[in-house]
């Protein structure tokens, strides 16, 4: 800071440190940075469906080429903690919805858990049917 005069002075301001993991100390922070990462995992997912189509697009040499490098450890491994943040990202994000958006029915709001239900109703119909579709 510079005074009237033009000189610097030896003013500083306080800033105190902050940890980098200052996130962790609270559930809804904690909360918040792994919806927020989660999202990494749902661009994953995307990105391994593309490839699971563009395998079958080709050839049946090529999707078995897929299913053997899908196989491999690894593969597994971020499969699986990939859909435990999926299933995060989904029930917090089903649960800020209502949140996020005003619902009116004859100019009456409806509840939380009306919103919250038939999503989660919506989830398991969209689901039963892929599974239909794909055991079928």
């Given at each position: 800071?510079?005074?009237?005069?033009?000189?610097p002075?030896?003013?500083?301001?306080?800033?105190?440190?902050?940890s980098?993991?200052?996130?962790?100390r609270?559930?809804?922070?904690?909360l918040f940075?792994?919806?927020e990462l989660?999202?990494?995992?749902?661009?994953?997912?995307v990105?391994?469906?593309?490839?699971?189509v563009?395998?079958?697009g080709?050839?049946?040499?090529?999707?078995?080429?897929f299913?053997?490098?899908?196989?491999?450890?690894?593969v597994i491994?971020l499969?699986v903690?990939?859909?435990?943040f999926?299933?995060l990202?989904t029930?917090?994000?089903?649960?800020?919805?209502p949140q996020?958006?005003?619902?009116?029915?004859?100019?009456?709001?409806?509840p939380s858990?009306?919103?919250?239900?038939g999503?989660y109703?919506?989830l398991?119909?969209?689901?039963?049917f892929?599974?239909?579709?794909?055991?079928?």
């Open positions: 800071m510079t005074p009237s005069a033009g000189t002075t030896d003013v500083r301001l306080y800033r105190p440190r902050i980098t993991w200052w996130w962790t609270k559930r809804t922070y904690f940075v792994m919806r989660s999202s990494i995992f749902v661009a994953w997912f990105v391994y469906l593309l490839l699971v563009y395998a079958v080709q050839s049946e040499a090529a999707y078995e080429r299913l053997d490098w899908a196989a491999s450890p690894w491994a499969n903690v990939a859909l435990v999926v299933l990202h029930v917090t994000w089903f649960a800020l919805t996020a958006m005003a619902v009116r029915v004859m100019g009456q709001k409806v858990f009306h919103i919250i239900a999503q109703t919506g398991v119909v969209v689901s039963g892929v599974l239909w579709l794909v055991t079928r």
